[in-house]
């Protein structure tokens, strides 16, 4: 079982489309973050979050837009996204300097 | 620029000898090194850490030792077990000046164990 929980499992989109990709967490971590990862690639980073701010970017086009409600929740909210960007999408988080514990992902395609 | 390599993309071994897989890295300044199990569907899994200030980190089947002055680590999995089958990826973790720390992943060896 995966403490750390991301919605949905899959998703297809169009270019156009408005969508979110949620992930859930309750084990107390103050530390979010969010990695793309392409096929036979590794997992890159794409945002992190602490105490429920944004800390990183790196340098993610704007069309990912995430969000950080409350320190159990993460979102990704995707508008007019490329055929490129489809790939699986995780979610991860931390604490205190401990490891991440990672979610299952989400799998995303554009259409 | 790839900070984090596992030059070997995949390894057979037999059920009951050991796995060693391998990474470099070029980076000084990493704080720890880790690395992840992941099965096909499912997210990375932690498996073991060292930090950079030791040479060895132990727990049960598996040792990782780093090794500073060539920049290389290596994880070693004895005895092996057919369920031990998966990508491993190695990682390095960065603080700087954030709390948090960048993880940056190796392109990952898929281990096969052979029963």
């Known amino acids: 079982d995966t403490e750390v929980t991301q919605t949905p499992k899959h998703l297809v989109m169009g270019m156009t489309n408005k969508k979110s990709l949620k992930c859930e967490q309750h084990m107390g971590h103050r530390a979010m973050y969010w990695y793309k990862q392409k096929a036979k690639k590794p997992p890159e980073l794409m945002f992190v979050y602490s105490y429920e701010k944004l800390s990183i970017n790196e340098s993610v086009p704007s069309r990912f837009s995430p969000e950080c409600p409350n320190s159990s929740l993460l979102n990704l909210h995707l508008h007019a996204l490329q055929p490129e960007d489809s790939a699986l999408y995780l979610c991860?988080?931390?604490?205190?300097?401990?490891?991440?514990?990672f979610g299952d992902g989400t799998r995303l395609s554009i259409l | 620029d790839q900070q984090v390599k596992q030059n070997s993309p995949s390894l057979s071994v037999q059920e009951g000898r050991i796995s060693i897989l391998n990474c470099d890295y070029t980076n000084s300044m990493f704080d720890y090194f880790l690395w992840y199990k992941k099965y096909p569907a499912e997210g990375p899994t932690f498996l073991i850490s060292i930090s950079s200030i030791k040479d060895k980190n132990e727990d049960g089947r598996f040792t990782v030792f780093l090794n500073k002055s060539a920049k290389h680590l290596s994880l070693h999995i004895v005895p092996s077990q057919p369920g031990d089958s998966a990508v491993y990826f190695c990682?390095?973790?960065?603080?700087?000046?954030?709390?948090?720390?960048?993880?940056?992943f190796g392109q990952g060896t898929t281990l096969q164990v052979k029963p």
């Open positions: 990682a390095a973790l960065f603080y700087g000046s954030s709390n948090t720390g960048k993880l940056i």
């Open positions: 991860a988080s931390s604490q205190g300097g401990q490891p991440q514990h």
